[in-house]
């Protein structure tokens, strides 16, 4: 990501549409790495958000990326690493999970940062995505207010940008291409979200009943998605516990013999 990357996106998550969305990913996130076992566990980017708060791995980090004025590494309570996410400092295969709250679409070679997360984690390691649904009513209105900026109708241009301006969306599917590419096995998607694009609270307040209503009749065009996916390893086979049958006791034979 770059600095302007980062103030775009965290400005807009100061916004209503912003904690709305923010309020479902922190209730996505919880459920989705609480059960998740191991040591290591990193989050890359958006600080806004604790990807990590109710996983109970021993080594948790949030890494960001380094800016000039180093303001973002006090904006979370958690101690931050400074890193590059197409870059990780840490050595292959040594991490159980890392999430990924839109740390793709803000960055400027996303296919490289899956590929260096492949690199970082275990065998059967998980990685957690969530990303803006280019597919809804958040997604169409942004894609016609870059159209009008295009073409020059100023009035309807930067200004009617809903999301982020730098964003590049990356849609569910393409999503899931990348990741079968690099040897992942998409273990569960959801998408929510489904409100109209309104910008103060109180309108998307009005209409809390299409979160009911989408998820049931229109789920796959949620404002955003949410993607669990596990690394696999050709030719690996993990190995439970040595556990052997017992087998079950019987009585020493006894040999009769006839008195007569």
């Known amino acids: 990501m770059t600095e302007e990357k980062i103030i775009g996106l965290t400005e807009w998550f100061s916004t209503a549409p912003g904690q709305y969305l923010l309020a479902w990913e922190r209730a996505q996130f919880d459920l989705a790495v609480a059960d998740i076992f191991g040591f290591n566990a990193l989050q890359l980017g958006l600080p806004e958000l604790d990807g990590l708060q109710a996983n109970r791995m021993p080594h948790r980090w949030l890494a960001l990326p380094e800016v000039a004025d180093g303001d973002i590494t006090t904006r979370s309570p958690r101690t931050a690493l400074i890193a590059d996410a197409a870059a990780l400092p840490f050595p292959e295969a040594s991490l159980d999970l890392v999430v990924l709250p839109h740390t793709l ?3 400027a070679d996303p296919h490289h940062v899956l590929r260096e997360v492949e690199r970082v984690l275990v065998p059967e390691g998980r990685v957690v995505i969530s990303g803006f649904n280019p597919a809804s009513l958040w997604g169409l209105r942004q894609a016609r207010g870059r159209l009008c900026a295009r073409v020059g109708l100023k009035a309807f241009g930067a200004s009617s940008l809903y999301l982020p301006e ?10 899931r291409d ?11 998607d959801r998408f929510g979200c489904y409100r109209p694009a309104m910008r103060t609270d109180a309108w998307l307040q009005r209409y809390a009943w299409l979160d009911r209503a989408g998820a049931r009749w229109w789920p796959i065009f949620g404002a955003v998605y949410f993607v669990v996916a596990v690394k696999r390893v050709r030719g690996m086979r993990l190995l439970g516990p040595a556990w052997k049958p017992r087998r079950a006791t019987s009585a020493a034979p006894v040999s009769l013999t006839n008195r007569h």
Do not use: H, K, T
């Open 166 to 175: 730098s964003g590049d969306f990356i849609g569910p599917w393409r999503l």
């Open 178 to 188: 990348w990741l079968r590419l690099l040897s992942f096995e998409v273990e569960s």
């Open 105 to 107: 679409e803000f960055s």
